[in-house]
């Protein structure tokens, strides 16, 4: 289903024809294995959305805070690796979300006379429809193709628009919810869908203070375990199901030695949940396993580069020294 973005320039580009199918599946197939798990990517329905919104603005929440600090005070680094090569090119986001951050280096690429279009790829359509109302408002002259649907099937479409040079952002915390071995694997199908030369930045949580990062996640405002708790409100809805929401809770758990910070949802009592036509049975206590954070080293960023047919060409760090964005090249 199309929800109704239509890039500036007029061009709408829909990935999203057997979603609700295939949410179903998914979420009968996660539920159906040991321990019970739930896609993090169905988070974002437009309830979702807006807690997302509200959790970036959460005291505890530095990740963006560091992130912005790299996209308004080091604009002209992250400006200078782009444009060293003097050709046109496409900015294509990944899960762009409300471009909180991009907007700041798309304004210096405006202000510079760059030649590119922006190309946001997001499976919430909602989310798309806000940022296409806000840069419209905000940068009448940016041309945007705004993609709606999953990562790679987009950024393969972004590909087949033009023959420009690319620029992949893939920002925020949005490699750290997949696991380092999804997280490799996902990087060489990135690359595979590049040409050599193109530039690849990533934004990487760095592992530091171990509370620091839990209650990054374990917000006292409670909107973290709000959003957590949205994905199941989100299957009542859209999937004619019945959780009772009060009957499950929060949980967030974070590994030093690995970097996992994972969230998990907890049945408060035995119960028996019915989604469409199917039940799905939970003992009390049982999980959900609903979403990874993962936390990086910068040893670790610089093998996953050399292991996934990129180079590294600069890092960008927050004046914490936080958080990087790194740029890759594809090689
Ligand atoms: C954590 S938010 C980050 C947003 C933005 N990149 C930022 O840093 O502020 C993740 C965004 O990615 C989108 N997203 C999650 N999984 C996705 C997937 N598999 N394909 C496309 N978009 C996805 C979500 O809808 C959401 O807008």
Not at 56 to 68: I, S
Not at 199 to 208: H, N, R, S, Y
Request: aromatic share 10%.
């Amino acid at each position: 289903m199309y929800l109704g973005t239509k890039s500036a320039s007029g061009q709408a580009v829909n990935g999203q024809d057997d979603s609700s199918q295939k949410f179903r599946m998914e979420v009968l197939n996660g539920l159906s294995r040991s321990p019970k798990r739930l896609d993090s990517k169905y988070f974002y329905d437009s309830e979702g959305d807006k807690l997302f919104q509200q959790i970036m603005a959460a005291p505890e929440y530095y990740l963006t805070r560091c992130e912005l600090d790299i996209f308004q005070n080091k604009t002209a680094d992250l400006a200078d690796v782009i444009l060293s090569d003097g050709s046109s090119f496409d900015l294509v986001e990944l899960g762009a979300g409300d471009a909180t951050k991009s907007v700041y280096l798309l304004q210096h690429l405006l202000d510079k006379g760059a030649d590119f279009s922006y190309m946001p790829i997001d499976i919430s359509g909602n989310i798309l429809s806000v940022l296409n109302e806000k840069l419209k408002a905000q940068m009448p002259k940016l041309g945007m193709v705004m993609l709606e649907g999953e990562y790679l099937q987009m950024l393969g479409k972004a590909m087949s628009l033009s023959k420009r040079r690319k620029v992949v952002m893939f920002l925020g915390g949005n490699i750290g919810n997949m696991s380092p071995v999804d997280a490799k694997r996902f990087c060489l199908q990135v690359r595979e869908r590049l040409e050599p030369g193109d530039l690849f930045l990533i934004g990487f949580d760095l592992k530091k203070r171990p509370e620091t990062i839990l209650n990054a996640y374990n917000d006292k405002a409670g909107i973290t375990a709000e959003f957590n708790l949205n994905l199941l409100r989100r299957i009542n809805k859209e999937l004619d199901a019945n959780f009772d929401v009060q009957q499950f809770e929060h949980y967030e758990s974070y590994d030093p030695e690995t970097g996992a910070c994972k969230s998990y949802l907890v049945s408060l009592a035995a119960q028996q949940v019915t989604i469409g036509s199917s039940n799905v049975q939970f003992d009390k206590d049982e999980i959900i396993f609903t979403e990874i954070s993962q936390k990086y080293s910068k040893a670790d960023i610089n093998t996953m580069a050399a292991a996934t047919g990129f180079e590294l060409v600069q890092n960008c760090t927050d004046s914490k020294g936080w958080f990087i964005d790194s740029f890759w090249k594809a090689v």
